[in-house]
Nanobody, 120 residues
Framework: QVQLKESGGGLVQAGDSLRLSCAVS????????MYWFRQAPGKERERVAA????????TYADSVKGRFTISRDNAKMMLYLQMNSLKSDDTAVYFC?????????????WGQGTQVTVSS
């Protein structure tokens, strides 16, 4: 079993930056691709970024491309999401997920989420 725990959310102003973290624990012998999702009230959950097992490949949703950066530190078993130039539309609960590979994603494990609120 793999446990994921997000941290780093909060209330910021438009244009600010925020860095989310996701701590990984448990059975990690099968290392996974990892993902950041978000869900705003009344909207479907959206995948905003994904990173390969090694960290060498990443993908982004068009809505965050050029502003968000996903990274991972496998030695520390951590996943990160650096969010710059935040907009009010970025307000959501952010979740990290793990599973599969970048080319064949599987969202097997989920964290509990962390709230990000961007005031305009």
């Amino acid at each position: 079993q793999v446990q994921l725990k997000e941290s780093g959310g909060g209330l910021v102003q438009a244009g600010d930056s925020l860095r989310l973290s996701c701590a990984v624990s448990g059975r990690t012998s099968g290392w996974f691709a990892m993902y950041w999702f978000r869900q705003a009230p009344g909207k479907e959950r959206e995948r905003v970024a994904a990173i390969s097992r090694s960290g060498g490949s990443t993908t982004y949703a068009d809505s965050v491309k050029g502003r968000f950066t996903i990274s991972r530190d496998n030695a520390k078993m951590m996943l990160y999401l650096q969010m710059n130039s935040l907009k009010s539309d970025d307000t959501a609960v952010y979740f990290c997920a793990a599973g599969g590979a970048l080319g064949s994603p599987a969202y097997t494990y989920w964290g509990q989420g962390t709230q990000v609120t961007v005031s305009s």
